[in-house]
């Protein structure tokens, strides 16, 4: 299934419509079953984003665990309200994510913070029915899937591009739709997101999912907002996202293994993570 | 349902391989049994027994074999549980051999009855059951499962099949003892039975246990 494909058979029907209906097709899943399911995992992400927001957290190497706090009680010089509750809630979600939490793996564990942040935003800012949330959930989950089914989300395979780049490509599009009812939009907006994360790497120092991946969290949720916002604007992507996504599967490749989540390589190879890494596994083992 | 595990699943941080795999592969165990053990010992093998303190991956396992679900937030205090609930338990670190590098192979024993499981978290929270009471398998628990200690005689498995009122889509059989004349039978079902009184009523069989799919 391809994004075009999926554009296509929007012209007669609402998109998150043909992505709930193209499920039913190829699982038999009841359309309004899954709808409900859905609405389940969008009501704990929602729940979790209201209870950890801000909190301190201690997290299971104490490699972090204070940074939403941190950010939450700051002032923000530059940024918008919408980012700064996004931001917050991202940092919140990865922070309560390596203390053990309650998350959604949306579309990873990893990469959990992202897609709370955009819609915890929404949901504070803009008074949505929960109806029109849940569609644009489903437009996020519909660019993920096509991720899936032609890439990758995991970063052992793609690298850190597969996880937090879909998260991104999945948020701005969602985020998007909810705005403007359109699959080109939506489109233009993941393949934004995607291609400005091309060739991240997964480098969690000691293989733990902490450092990098909370405070990445943190900042990535800014470009789904930023590539939701350019595509709003009527910026196209010049590569439509189908190709993106193929682009990103053949970087994701021939990035050499270390820099696949084997904590080997990137950041995690750094003179001060490996001093970190020893200390942990002191205090651990 | 690929868009309900690409949006999810719900779970408790912070990995989905060494944590919500490894507490899949040990509710399995726990679902076996139908209630909590006596006594457990995990043995951890490969990228386990490396990283599986700061990935939760012990309390993960003891959360499982307690029955807890893979959202339920007690997972972190697992171990206070497990203490209050009176569970022995011990991890150990071992070189299970030619497996996939997150295994772990868990004895547990229940009233005096002690059995074995060996699994694999392979990825994305995808689990793999390889072993169970020494019967080589591979059961994904995308099935509802039915495990069964039969009488090693002629007729006893056509017996059980007779019996099993569903559409079968996986069999194993092994003979475990030769001298005492038993065999262990794991049968994966595409839904689950509705007579399980009746299969345990069966002459041949000794033991039988239904692990349903939950996820």
């Known amino acids: 299934m391809t994004w075009k494909e999926i554009s296509e058979m929007s012209k007669n029907m609402e998109l998150h419509e043909v992505i709930l209906t193209l499920e039913m097709l190829e699982n038999g899943e009841d359309p309004v079953n899954l709808r409900n399911m859905l609405g389940d995992i969008l009501k704990v992400i929602l729940e979790e984003s209201e209870k950890q927001y801000g909190k301190k957290q201690k997290t299971l190497t104490g490699l972090t665990g204070e940074n939403a706090f941190k950010f939450s009680n700051y002032s923000p010089k530059l940024m918008g309200?919408?980012?700064?509750?996004?931001?917050?809630?991202?940092?919140?979600?990865?922070?309560?994510?390596?203390?053990?939490?309650?998350?959604?793996?949306?579309?990873?564990?990893?990469?959990?913070?992202?897609?709370?942040?955009?819609?915890?935003?929404?949901?504070?800012?803009?008074?949505?029915?929960?109806?029109?949330?849940?569609?644009?959930?489903?437009?996020?989950?519909?660019?993920?899937?096509?991720?899936?089914?032609?890439?990758?989300?995991?970063?052992?395979?793609?690298g850190c591009q597969a996880e937090i780049g879909a998260a991104a490509a999945m948020a701005a599009a969602g985020l998007s739709y909810f705005f403007i009812k359109s699959a080109d939009v939506a489109g233009n907006a993941a393949a934004l997101a995607l291609k400005s994360l091309m060739g991240l790497v997964c480098d969690p120092v000691g293989g733990f999912v902490e450092v990098p991946c909370v405070k990445r969290n943190g900042n990535i949720v800014n470009l789904a907002i930023s590539s939701a916002e350019l595509a709003m604007s009527g910026i196209k992507s010049v590569i439509p996202l189908d190709e993106v996504i193929d682009a990103m599967y053949k970087v994701g490749k021939s990035l050499p293994e270390s820099l696949r989540e084997t904590g080997?390589?990137?950041?995690?190879?750094?003179?001060?993570?490996?001093?970190?890494?020893?200390?942990?596994?002191?205090k651990l083992f | 349902m690929s868009l309900l595990k690409i949006l999810g699943p719900v779970m408790v941080g912070p990995s989905s391989s060494h944590t919500l795999g490894a507490l899949k592969i040990s509710r399995f165990a726990y679902k076996l049994v139908g209630k909590t053990p006596d006594k457990v010992t995990f043995l951890l093998h490969g990228s386990f027994s490396k990283t599986y303190k700061g990935h939760g991956t012990d309390r993960a396992l003891l959360a499982g074999i307690m029955?807890?679900?893979?959202?339920?937030?007690?997972?972190?205090?697992?171990?206070?549980?497990?203490?209050?609930?009176?569970?022995?338990?011990?991890?150990?670190?071992?070189?299970?051999?030619?497996?996939?590098?997150?295994?772990?192979?868990?004895?547990?024993?229940?009233?005096g009855i002690v059995h074995e499981i060996e699994g694999s978290s392979i990825g994305g929270g995808d689990i793999k059951i390889t072993n169970i009471d020494s019967v080589p398998c591979d059961l994904s628990w995308d099935y509802d499962t039915l495990v069964i200690v039969n009488k090693d005689i002629p007729k006893a498995l056509e017996k059980i099949l007779d019996a099993i009122n569903v559409n079968v889509a996986n069999l194993y059989l092994r003979r475990i003892n030769a001298l005492l004349e038993r065999a262990l039978t794991i049968v994966e079902l595409d839904e689950p039975v509705d007579n399980l009184e009746e299969i345990k009523k069966i002459p041949y069989v000794y033991e039988c246990y239904f692990i349903g799919r939950d996820y």
């Open chain 2, 67 to 111: 029955g807890f679900k893979q959202d339920d937030p007690r997972i972190k205090d697992a171990f206070e549980v497990a203490k209050e609930r009176g569970l022995e338990y011990s991890f150990e670190i071992q070189d299970l051999g030619e497996v996939h590098p997150n295994t772990v192979r868990i004895k547990f024993e229940v009233e």
């Open chain 1, 264 to 282: 080997e390589g990137g950041i995690a190879a750094t003179p001060t993570a490996r001093k970190l890494i020893d200390n942990i596994k002191n």
């Open chain 1, 81 to 158: 309200e919408f980012n700064y509750i996004a931001t917050t809630t991202a940092l919140s979600i990865a922070e309560s994510n390596a203390s053990m939490g309650r998350i959604a793996a949306c579309p990873t564990a990893g990469s959990s913070g992202i897609i709370p942040g955009v819609y915890y935003s929404l949901y504070k800012l803009f008074n949505p029915s929960f109806e029109e949330l849940l569609n644009s959930f489903i437009v996020s989950g519909g660019v993920g899937n096509v991720i899936a089914k032609k890439a990758t989300l995991s970063g052992a395979a793609g």
